[in-house]
């Protein structure tokens, strides 16, 4: 196994120990209110989204390398401020500082995981590559997450000391990774702009990869507005107690972990199809949520998240099959923003929503709106068929 791939793993599982797991909500009513902790999620969320596409534009022209060494060392500062912080203003001003230091890890790793393997012609094994780094990323939540009720009741910083110490082995095992020699251009600002263009256009460059792009883009942003959002107010609504709830999402995750790893045996397959099919079970949970209880429910958000992370995984590969190796970075880190897009607009109407109405009410709406962007393009795509067959 190349070196790359090893460490990549590794950078996976730490870039996802998150220790403040379950906590963090804690951390920040000591220093605001509810209101404050809304303001904070704001500034995580537009610093988010806002440098997606130049950080992946940055990765792509001075080195994939580079900015993950970059974004390692900046989420080390971040976690440990945040343990320090004395006051609102910290608070924000760390997150601020994760959030940066997330984008520019954001799409790099993975544009640097495919680029190693097209080096060798290995692109085949990156589905495989996809799923492992996916069960990472999912086994480190869990494990995190169920010492961070342990850390916190000791010393509130310790799990931001705790995210520190690893952000800083990251940051280390960095500077071992090997940088892959295929067309890398030289950083300038006019081929920095031209970088961004090309991110846009490589999802956007053909009939069939718009089509393909929109697809993709109206299933996940609505899934990320679930995740972000609606699967822990579900939870509660389903009525988890707290003692309970942190242990159920452990078992979340644990579950989308192993069902991860049918990504490469359904990436066999046409992954546009399987990703709809996929989105349509997705569909009928969202649907079923304003009429079951605790049991129906939860089993709901157990096959959920699983679903959602299958879907994920075969996006990424979609995409990156279909990007130039130059613009990789940049096109992964468009369509991430574009796709957050959608939660930066309508968090609050959200909210507000759900404080109105309930979250299982929430949850059917959005069901209903991938439902509905599914049966447009299903139809446009069908019109657009019976167009160019039917005789002039």
Not at 105 to 119: I, M, N, R
Request: net charge positive; proline share 2%.
């Amino acid at each position: 196994m190349d070196r790359n791939i090893k460490i990549a793993y590794a950078l996976t599982y730490i870039r996802f120990s998150w220790f403040w797991l379950g906590t963090w909500v804690y951390y920040y009513l000591r220093f605001t209110n509810y209101a404050g902790i809304g303001l904070i999620e704001t500034i995580l969320i537009v610093t988010m989204t806002l440098s997606e596409i130049p950080t992946g534009a940055i990765a792509d022209l001075l080195g994939k390398k580079l900015c993950l060494v970059i974004s390692f060392f900046i989420q080390f500062v971040g976690s440990v401020y945040m343990a320090l912080a004395g006051n609102f203003f910290d608070i924000a001003f760390s997150v601020f500082i994760l959030s940066i230091g997330a984008t520019l890890y954001s799409g790099t790793l993975e544009a640097l995981v495919y680029d190693t393997l097209k080096e060798k012609h290995l692109e085949s094994l990156f589905n495989k590559i996809v799923a492992n780094t996916s069960s990472f990323q999912l086994v480190a939540i869990i494990l995190s997450g169920a010492v961070s009720g342990i850390l916190y009741t000791r010393n509130p910083s310790l799990p931001y000391y705790f995210s520190g110490i690893a952000f800083f082995i990251g940051f280390i095992l960095t500077f071992f990774l090997r940088e892959p020699k295929i067309d890398t251009d030289k950083f300038s600002f006019k081929s920095f702009l031209h970088q961004t263009q090309q991110g846009f256009r490589q999802l956007f460059s053909s009939k069939y990869l718009k089509k393909q792009t929109w697809l993709l883009l109206s299933i996940t942003g609505i899934l990320v507005i679930a995740d972000e959002m609606g699967e822990s107010f579900l939870g509660v609504e389903f009525g988890f107690k707290e003692s309970q709830i942190g242990i159920f999402f452990a078992i979340i995750y644990l579950v989308a972990a192993i069902v991860s790893q049918l990504t490469p045996r359904l990436s066999k397959f046409n992954p546009i199809k399987i990703i709809v099919i996929l989105s349509l079970l997705t569909v009928m949970t969202f649907l079923i949520s304003p009429f079951i209880g605790l049991v129906l429910g939860g089993l709901t958000l157990v096959i959920r998240q699983s679903l959602a992370t299958t879907i994920n995984n075969l996006t990424s590969v979609v995409i990156n099959q279909n990007t130039e190796s130059k613009y990789r970075a940049t096109t992964i880190s468009s369509f991430n923003m574009i796709k957050n897009l959608p939660y930066l607009m309508t968090a609050y109407f959200i909210g507000s929503l759900m404080d109105l109405y309930s979250a299982k009410i929430v949850a059917a709406f959005m069901g209903l709106t991938i439902l509905i962007f599914l049966l447009l393009q299903y139809f446009f795509s069908f019109r657009q068929k019976v167009c160019t067959t039917s005789p002039s």
